[in-house]
Structures are given as structure tokens and as C-alpha cells.
């Protein structure tokens, strides 16, 4: 399985950005997808997870009521759709595939992509 995150870029604050997350290999609709976050000096933390199904979702407190995850199993491709960026939401997003159920850890994430940078000007 191999993710690649796009999407990414730098808008002000109160702005939108949509990330999308293209999935290669067969069993895409198996997984539990999320994406996490990491800031310079930080550690990477929980952002938005979906089920293998889209029937459930997670969200940290931090983007909740602000960010939507979804996906679409035909395009093999998660997004996270981002509204009301703040500048404390800068940061390298990754997006993760998970075997497990709706998880939020990150040991709990079996493949990652590289990354795409978020920057949020205030």
C-alpha cells in the first residue's frame, strides 16, 4: 500500500484547503484511514480518522466542527477538507492507513505518506 498526499499550501487565516490522500492497492476499502499533523519541534498528533466504511469518524478537539474527513472508495482516495484555518494549524499533514478499526494512535498506523505542508498566515 502506498499513500500520497497532495493539497497543500499557504493561505490566510479563515481560509479553506482540501487535502486528498490517492491510495494505491486493492484492499483500500479494508483500511481505516487518518491523518495526522506535526509542527516544527512538536510531536506529530491525531488530526481526523475515518473507518474502513466512512460509517464512523474521529476528530481531535482542536478541528472539530472545522475540519471533514471523507473518502471515496471508487477513487481509492481519502480527503480532509480544512475551513476556518488558523495559524496554530500549521504544519506538515499526513494522511495513514490503518488494518486495525477506527484508531487514533499513531503505532496503530501501518503505512504513511510523505507529507504535505500546510501554512496558515495570520
Known amino acids: 500500500v502506498q499513500l500520497q498526499a497532495s493539497g497543500g499550501g499557504l493561505v490566510q487565516a479563515g481560509g479553506s484547503l482540501r487535502l486528498s490522500c490517492a491510495v494505491s492497492?486493492?484492499?483500500?476499502?479494508?483500511?481505516?484511514m487518518g491523518w495526522f499533523r506535526q509542527a516544527p519541534g512538536e510531536e506529530r498528533e491525531a488530526v481526523a480518522f475515518?473507518?474502513?466504511?466512512?460509517?464512523?469518524?474521529y476528530y481531535a478537539d482542536s478541528v472539530k466542527g472545522r475540519f471533514t474527513i471523507s473518502r471515496d472508495i471508487a477513487k481509492n482516495t481519502v480527503y480532509l477538507e480544512m475551513n476556518g484555518l488558523k495559524p496554530e494549524d500549521t504544519a506538515v499533514y499526513y494522511c495513514?492507513?490503518?488494518?486495525?478499526?477506527?484508531?487514533?494512535?499513531?503505532?496503530?498506523?501501518?503505512?504513511w505518506g510523505q507529507g504535505t505542508q500546510v501554512t496558515v498566515s495570520s
Open positions: 495513514s492507513a490503518s488494518r486495525l478499526g477506527l484508531v487514533t494512535r499513531t503505532p496503530e498506523y501501518d503505512y
Open positions: 492497492g486493492r484492499t483500500f476499502s479494508t483500511y481505516s
Open positions: 475515518i473507518s474502513w466504511s466512512g460509517g464512523s469518524t
